[in-house]
């Protein structure tokens, strides 16, 4: 875009004077901008300024017509010039046009209703966020955006997760890290967390507190005054030694603990994986003393997660396991062994984790489903057969939903995401179909594109490989994460109803 209007710079500052102190005025002039008598550069100026004051005023006041408009020309515009920063545009005005309620009785309806409309703002965050070339300072704040998203639904560790990411990128983003302290103090008070989740809280706190600037940048003055007495809370805080052990400091790093939420990792616990079911009300009163087979189903999840995190560990060490096998040279980079099939093995294990985190909540919840034809993707919703789109909530799953046991939601989209065509997790499971049922074949070197193609074997980069390896991690960390806070709350709405006296069973460690 070039070839400014003569009074454009003029025409901006004055709509945003007003819309930081007269939304409504500023919404109003805005619909008086026309281009039929300019070029067509101008014109695209002028139909994106026209566009981003009717979504951010429309915002202010509310007015759904206002965003409206100005979504519908983000949308002509992204049509003609598909350029990251309009994908960026385009994700807030459909972000505004499904602004959330609070988390009532109307949440849940709210969430059906804008599903398709966020499902979309998620891609094109998703878009900037992977897209290489993206400008730091748009790539940080599509990231902190799309983190606000996933915590709407639930998704409080993939929250986390982006967040630091937005975070390694722009480390004075106080938007990134004062949301993350508020969320990791509101796991923090729902018990079960470790101290250190106190303590990354506040260091998150003091760290935005630092940048208020960028606060008021990215959010407004609101939310800077808001995070600014987040801070003040927490006093100066002790320092971290860094840890002695590598592994230990990497799934620190990667963040892989399996913890209530995205954990630092405490050497005096002794233990890196301390997530654990609560207390469960026993339904079967004829049942012999022993827990319910949930814990079973749970401590196997936790068993392969554990697993999957090793086998990526130590396939990326590069000589974990001996040499025993002889293979024939390819001539095209790629390579083979053990420590190859365990990077594979792990990316594979760790999303098979997801049907089996579906075939647990069937079981808990009591959803009826025959266990054998389960699949993560499609037990959340009714079957619309052969017709187009995606049907309702399965009946019981809203109503566990209304009642209380509102995690349950955030599987619900993350298995949209990983199951939809379009999902922004998609990508993920093809390649652990890849994986299972055809060939994976890393390369250290040389051009894959220029490799012997056979349709069988699907080719990737080494180092991107082992990205998706984590990233498949941090997803299956999530999902059980998710349905051990959906079983919590469900305990909770259970305890409440229950009259009279209550016994207990102390269930010691498995150790």
């Known amino acids: 875009m070039s070839d400014l209007p003569a009074d454009y710079y003029e025409r901006s500052d004055q709509l945003h004077d007003l819309l930081n102190n007269e939304p409504i005025e500023a919404v109003r002039l805005a619909r008086e901008i026309l281009w039929d008598t300019v070029g067509k550069a101008e014109r695209l ?34 049509a003609q010039f598909p350029t990251l920063s309009l994908a960026y545009n385009l994700a807030n005005g459909l972000i505004a046009f499904t602004s959330r309620p609070s988390r009532n009785k109307n949440w849940l309806d709210h969430q059906e209703r804008t599903r398709e409309h ?15 070339e993206a400008e730091s300072s748009l ?24 967040r630091l990411a937005a975070l390694q990128i722009d480390p004075e983003n106080g938007v990134a890290a004062g949301t993350a302290a508020r969320e990791l103090l509101w796991l923090y008070s729902q018990g079960g967390c470790s101290e250190l ?84 009300l026993e339904r079967d009163l004829e049942a012999e003393c022993v827990p319910p087979p949930v814990f079973s189903m749970f401590n196997s999840l936790k068993s392969d997660y554990i697993l999957a995190r090793d086998l990526a560990w130590r396939g ?32 594979r294990t760790a999303l098979d984790l997801l049907d089996k985190v579906a075939v647990t909540a ?34 019981p799953v809203s109503k566990l939903i209304i009642d209380g046991a509102t995690a349950l939601y955030g599987l619900v989209e993350l298995a949209e995401d990983y199951d939809g065509e379009t999902g922004i997790l998609r990508p993920q499971k093809n390649l652990r179909n890849a994986g299972t049922h055809r060939f994976v074949v890393l390369h250290d070197f040389g051009d894959i594109k220029k490799c012997r193609q056979a349709s069988e074997i699907e080719r990737h980069e080494h180092d ?3 990205k998706d390896v984590l990233r498949a991690l941090r997803v299956a960390r999530s999902a059980i994460q998710m349905l051990a806070l959906s079983i919590t709350q469900h305990e ?20």
Not at 148 to 153: A, D, I, P, Y
Not at 238 to 266: C, M, N, Q, Y
Not at 319 to 342: E, I, Q, V
Not at 496 to 502: E, K, L, N, V
């Open 197 to 280: 989740t106190h303590l990354e809280a506040g260091m998150l706190a003091r760290l935005a507190h630092r940048h208020q600037d960028k606060i008021v940048q990215y959010a407004g003055v609101k939310a800077a005054k808001e995070l600014a007495a987040l801070a003040s809370q927490f006093a100066d805080l002790p320092k971290r030694s860094a840890h002695k052990d590598p592994f230990i400091a990497w799934v620190e790093r990667e963040r892989l603990t399996l913890g209530p939420t995205v954990e630092l990792v405490d050497p005096k616990l002794g233990k890196l994986d301390w997530l654990m079911l609560p207390d469960i």
């Open 362 to 395: 069937n079981h808990y919840f009591e959803l009826g489903q025959n266990p054998k034809k389960i699949y993560f993707g499609n037990m959340w919703r009714e079957s619309v057969g052969k017709k187009v789109g995606v049907g309702p909530l399965f009946k």
């Open 45 to 78: 100026y002028l139909m994106q300024l026209r566009a981003s004051i009717l979504v951010d005023g429309g915002s202010a006041i509310e007015d759904r017509d206002a965003i409206s408009e100005g979504l519908e020309l983000f949308r002509e515009l992204h």
């Open 316 to 347: 990326d060490q590069g000589d974990s396991w001996p040499a025993t096998g002889r293979f024939s040279g390819t001539l095209d980079g790629a390579t083979y062994g053990p420590n190859t099939s365990a990077l594979i093995l792990a990316h």
């Open 464 to 466: 991107d490989f082992t």
């Open 139 to 162: 790539k940080t704040q599509a990231l902190t955006n799309l983190a606000n998203q996933f915590s709407n639904s639930f998704r409080l560790s993939e929250a986390h997760d982006i």
């Open 492 to 511: 909770k709405v259970l305890r409440a109803r229950t009259t009279g006296f209550i016994g207990s069973l102390n269930v010691p460690d498995y150790e």
């Open 118 to 132: 966020r499902a979309e703002a998620r891609r094109y965050l998703w878009k900037v966020a992977e897209a290489s």
